[in-house]
């Protein structure tokens, strides 16, 4: 069975980082993209980065709203992946979800930028 | 980048069949996904590569493209299948767009 677990939310100062982990199980690890995908109170799902796997060079893609302060990194051994968010913004407030190319999803954990 | 256009609601009685669009210049290019959404729940996939089922996902669901213009097909709607509903595509660096997801509404 395929699982998703992110975990590393909570609440943050602006201009202050986090990283989430996501572990997962129940397939092929370093076989597939990775994908991290948020969603605001109230709003819909916006696409944050994926990153490739190790035969593309671990590659990484990343939306205009979060490039160059987040940063998607993976450990095939491990399973898991990271986003690494930095100069957090209120905007940034949101439900971050990891993502096995759309076919899984974690449960999502709540990131809440705020003074 | 581009944009995916979906009606923000649909509504239908129980039993008929809603249809819900998705518009956009690329998808006549790329492979695109259907997600549906309830409230407090991760998103679910119901169709990929524009048309395909996954393991689980009832015949009822069905998806369909003509042109720029996706189309999820959910026939005799139960009000389980009150939720939101995401398109979604990929241009060929794997970035991917969601449309604005729409709320089907079963009176």
């Known amino acids: 069975e395929v699982q998703l677990v992110e975990s590393g939310g909570g609440v943050v100062q602006p201009g202050r980082s986090l990283r989430l982990s996501c572990t997962t199980s129940g397939f092929p690890f370093d076989e597939y993209f990775m994908t991290w995908v948020r969603q605001a109170p109230g709003k819909g799902l916006e696409w944050v980065g994926v990153?490739?796997?190790?035969?593309?060079?671990?590659?990484?893609e990343y939306a205009a709203s979060v490039k160059g302060r987040f940063t998607i990194s993976r450990d095939d051994s491990k399973s898991v992946v990271w986003l690494q968010m930095d100069s957090l913004k209120t905007d940034d407030t949101a439900i971050y979800y990891c993502?096995?190319?759309?076919?899984?999803w974690g449960q999502g954990t709540l990131v809440t930028v705020s003074t | 980048s581009y944009e995916l256009t979906q009606p923000p609601s649909v509504s239908v009685s129980p039993g008929q069949t809603a249809r819900i669009t998705c518009s956009g210049d690329a998808l006549s290019k790329q492979y695109s996904s259907w997600y549906q959404q309830k409230p407090g729940q991760a998103p679910l996939l119901l169709i990929y590569k524009d048309t395909e089922r996954p393991a689980g996902i009832p015949e009822r669901i069905s998806g369909s493209t003509s042109g720029t213009t996706l189309t999820l097909t959910i026939s005799g709607v139960q009000a389980e299948d009150e939720a939101d509903y995401y398109c979604q595509s990929a241009d060929r660096n794997s970035i991917w767009v969601f449309g604005g997801g729409t709320k089907l509404t079963v009176l």
């Open positions: 993502s096995l190319s759309g076919a899984g």
């Open positions: 990153i490739k796997t190790k035969a593309e060079g671990e590659a990484t």
